[in-house]
């Protein structure tokens, strides 16, 4: 539901023009579209008006920085806690949680480090294309644009009697978290994949998360700043509007897909981590995503993995029906080796049953047996060549990170 004033005001914050156009109602200078105050708001204009004086008062023109400032101020004053939660405690949980997660990879404890999934047989992987504090610096930017995107939606959402907004009972919170998790995932599903198909995209966008082929908490969100938009931000506010949440269910919602999206990232895949053992779409699931061939599988974010599973491209899955055709094909190729063998020995018994001992005549089986089994298809053949434009090192191979992902996926 949107409220005039808000929307108003949401307008005015963006097209400078639309402020200049609600002051030409006012006689004298601009003054804010009429709101209605939810706390007492006196102050603020004025210190707005301390940093920013109008250039000159009465003026027919009106001073945008200055009609700017003021509606900063006046309208931050009216946020309520949950509004302000919705915007901000999502960005909390990100930075305390990889804080965490970052201060336990220091520690180096014996017993979390066993868990690491890079350091896994088999499982070594190219470095990571940036530093840490650049990967910050990004995460940084995302979050500035992600509250901005909060606030707008905020104030366009708002009832027109606040009053009347009631939290919603708790099993209509949970009917609507697991609501916007299934939409989220859809949404991000797709969008990611089309952004692997999409040669442009990738190259241009998508592939500054991958710069972290050995994902670690901080770079859970390090991201081309329109993927981060049109992925998170869109992924996650949509479901919120579409849904009707209220602030502290968004709140919730924000916060718990943002614990995933870090935890995921972790580079630890820990057996005792709830998250981990609850969803099958996990920190090793995600880190098969990252690097090598595994990139052009396990698309499915940030919670479920059916959509991998509906679409083929659940990496366990298909490489097991690939072990299973090659499988096959030796079997039957082994079949028909054995078969030609024991025709050829047939025939030279018969041969040698109406010829005399002949031991000089010469054996060009190994040939035909050697065609016969180089004709087993191998797990690599075609792979992709189609579809992966990352341009990586064609060295790093996928089978290190399928021997890796059976054991860690069959402790849930
Ligand atoms: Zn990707
Ligand atoms: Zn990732």
Redesign the pocket.
């Known amino acids: 539901m949107l409220s005039r004033s808000a929307v108003a005001l949401a307008l005015a914050a963006v097209v400078p023009s639309t402020a200049a156009a609600l002051s030409a109602s006012n006689s004298s200078a601009w003054q804010l579209p009429s709101v209605r105050p939810m706390v007492a708001t006196d102050g603020f204009p004025t210190l707005a008006s301390k940093l920013f004086p109008p250039t000159a008062a009465g003026a027919a023109a009106p001073d945008v920085l200055h009609s700017a400032a003021q509606l900063l101020f006046r309208t931050a004053s009216q946020l309520e806690a949950s509004e302000w939660a919705q915007t901000f405690l999502p960005i909390a949980c990100y930075w305390v949680l990889s804080t965490l997660f970052y201060l336990v990879s220091l520690a180096g404890l014996t017993s979390v480090e066993l868990h690491r999934i890079s350091a896994q047989p088999g499982a070594q992987r190219p470095s990571n294309k940036v530093t840490v504090e650049a990967v910050i610096r990004r995460v940084l930017l995302q979050h500035s644009l992600q509250a901005a995107m909060s606030l707008v939606l905020v104030f366009l959402t708002r009832p027109d009697d606040m009053a009347a907004r009631r939290m919603e009972a708790p099993w209509l919170v949970v009917v609507k978290l697991v609501s916007a998790a299934l939409l989220m995932d859809t949404w991000q599903y797709w969008v990611h994949r089309w952004m692997h198909v999409n040669k442009w995209l990738y190259r241009h966008i998508h592939a500054v998360?991958h710069e972290l082929t050995e994902?670690y908490a901080f770079g859970a969100l390090y991201n081309h700043w329109l993927e981060g938009l049109l992925l998170d931000t869109v992924g996650g506010g949509v479901p919120a509007l579409v849904l009707d949440m209220h602030p502290w269910t968004a709140t919730l919602f924000f916060s718990i897909a943002t614990i995933k999206t870090v935890d995921d990232?972790c580079g630890y895949a820990l057996p005792w981590d709830p998250l981990q053992v609850l969803f099958p779409n996990n920190a090793a699931f995600?880190d098969i995503?990252?690097w090598g061939k595994g990139r052009m599988y396990n698309f499915s974010q940030p919670f479920f993995t059916f959509w991998d599973v509906w679409m083929g491209t659940h990496y366990e899955i298909a490489m097991a029906k690939k072990s299973k055709a090659a499988a096959a094909a030796a079997a039957a190729a082994t079949a028909a080796v054995a078969s030609d063998v024991y025709e050829k020995a047939a025939a030279a018994a018969v041969a040698a049953a109406s010829v005399d001992n002949n031991d000089d005549e010469p054996d060009d089986d190994d040939d035909d047996d050697d065609d016969a089994k180089n004709s087993i298809p191998s797990l690599d053949d075609g792979h992709h060549d189609d579809t992966d434009f990352t341009e990586e090192d064609e060295s790093v191979r996928d089978s290190p990170v399928a021997r890796l992902a059976v054991p860690i996926t069959k402790q849930h």
């Open positions: 998360h994902p990232h995600h995503h990252h």
